[in-house]
């Protein structure tokens, strides 16, 4: 199981509660998707995460930014990821990055917005910000995949609630 977050903007710890706590515990990898704003953020997700995949955000200082790249490509359990904080021109520029990278999925953030977008062959995930909403629902994803070998998806809110469920297509 992959669990996905982005948008920490903590001064202190990972702020992970409850089953958003549980999800990055018992994961066998993490996502993050940029803006932890500091290295002690950063340190504490490594702390967690034994098998972390983090890029840099726009709200990450100079200590983040040089221990991360700004893009990265996880290929796990037969699904390549491509990860990003955000690209210029919104889903259609996000699709084009997955497309132009043959991933299955781009994982990104920067919106704070908890959102799933299938972009004709790639799959537009965004976990949204589990400790910042800004007006949105907080929010974080796994991906899992199931007994019948399909990749499936969930966004939930810290708590747990879940706010959409997916699946990836097969190609």
Known sequence: MLAIFSDTHSTGGHNLEGAALEAAREADAVIHAGDFTNVGVLEAFRSLCPVFYPVHGNADD????????????????????????????????????????????????????????????????????????????????????????????????????LLESFALESE
């Open 62 to 161: 100079a200590t983040v930014t040089e221990q991360l790249p700004p893009v990265r490509i996880v290929d796990c359990e037969g699904i390549r990821i491509a990860v990003t904080h955000r690209r210029d021109g919104g889903d259609v520029g996000l699709a084009m990055f997955g497309r132009s990278r043959e991933a299955d999925v781009v994982v990104s953030g920067h919106t704070h917005r908890p959102s799933v977008v299938d972009a004709e062959g790639v799959l537009l995930l965004n976990p949204g910000s589990h400790a910042q909403p800004r007006g949105n629902r907080p929010g974080f994803a796994t991906l899992e995949r199931d007994e019948d070998e399909t990749v499936r998806g969930e966004l939930r809110e810290p708590d747990g609630t």
